[in-house]
């Protein structure tokens, strides 16, 4: 079964963001640089040279890969880690600014808009995992870098000033510059929280319900109906004589033809179990469900798919027999069995 993650939409919106944050970053950065050079704030100069880079680089992963989703609906998921990287250099840009100016300014806020934004990365990751070990030393990071600024600002007087006009200013400004993104990160996160239940009962590639929905649905289905259970013959010499993308074709047009079907009757749901394993309920007499589960298989069978024109052909396993869903799930499943010893391409039923 595949691992759950967010949709592709809100994936596309997270990155576009990630894209837009790091053009702002680069324009803040540009402007402290110059006000430090005005000041003549030496260390901060040569940081804030190494922060511009490291904006400017995320705003290009971050653009490239937004591009490539938009293109081919994949993303490289290492690209979110940007956010980490985002957010180590803007708690060591906050470390350092509180440092040599001091708490007046507000730069120390900042800390607070990190948080959020790292706990986004992890969920979009591993949206049903908690915290690892990689989130741990982060926010023992964080931890560390807020206690070594406030010793420093608490016991050393700051190093260089900004002039009595641009401390008032950075006093207000900075911590509703915090605020506002951390509320935004935020906002991100809770919208892929709320998604998430739906993304799991759904499946990405080919728009069905997964085995969860699936078996939800069934609580309401009643008691008078067949279950199938379908499975793409050959499946592994599609994938190593074709290639991966063509077999993620493969299932995405199995997937189009049982969603159409799903689609002309209430009696029928359909989802895909697992891999290239794809079941159906069907409500109905037992010659109704055969004709329907022949009709696909002979649907699938004339299908060719993809620039290769790849053809394929399914397996199929039904059963009526059964107390509840469970047990007749698991005669469609010994049926199906058969259907693959026997010769493939059929329907036992």
């Known amino acids: 079964m595949e691992t759950p993650r967010v ?141 070594l600024a406030t010793y420093f600002s608490r016991n050393v007087e700051p190093i260089y000033s900004l002039g009595e006009g641009w401390s008032t200013y950075f006093a207000y400004v900075n911590p509703m510059i915090s605020l506002a993104f951390s509320f935004s990160w935020t906002i991100t996160l809770l919208q892929a929280a ?49 290639g991966h993308e063509e077999g993620d074709l493969v299932l995405a047009e199995l997937g189009k033809i049982l969603k159409e079907r799903e689609n002309l009757s209430d009696d029928l749901i359909c989802a895909r179990w697992g891999g290239e394993e794809f079941v159906i309920a069907y409500k109905g007499s037992e010659n109704e469900a055969r004709g329907e589960l022949e009709y696909i298989r002979k649907k699938a069978e004339a299908s060719k798919v993809g620039e290769k024109q790849v053809s394929f052909t399914i397996t199929i396993g039904a059963s009526m027999d059964g107390a509840d869903f469970e047990e007749r799930l698991r005669e469609a499943d010994a049926n199906l069995y058969q259907g693959k010893t026997l010769s493939k391409n059929c329907l036992v039923m």
Request: hydrophobic residues 45%.
């Open 7 to 147: 949709s592709d939409v809100l994936m596309e919106r997270l990155i576009k963001k990630m894209t837009d944050i790091s053009l702002l970053f680069i324009l803040i950065h540009i402007f402290f640089h110059v006000l430090f050079i005005m000041y003549k704030c030496t260390y901060l100069i040569w940081y804030n040279w190494f922060s511009i880079i490291i904006s400017a680089a995320c705003y290009f992963i971050c653009k490239r890969a937004h591009t490539q989703l938009k293109k081919s609906g994949q993303t490289n998921l290492h690209a979110l880690y940007i956010l980490d990287i985002s957010g180590v250099e803007v708690l060591v840009f906050a470390i350092m600014t509180t440092i040599f100016l001091g708490t007046g300014l507000g730069f120390h806020t900042y800390y607070y808009a990190i948080i959020p934004a790292f706990m986004l990365h992890n969920y979009y990751i591993h949206p049903t995992k908690h915290l690892g070990r990689m989130e741990l030393i982060f926010s023992g990071i964080v931890v560390i870098g807020v206690l």
């Open 194 to 242: 709320f998604s998430q239940e739906k993304n799991i009962e759904t499946d990405s590639l080919t728009g069905l319900s997964t085995r969860r929905g699936l078996r939800e649905y069934m609580k309401t289905f009643g008691d008078s109906y067949c279950v199938a259970m379908i499975d793409v013959d050959n499946f592994k010499n599609i994938n190593d004589t074709f």
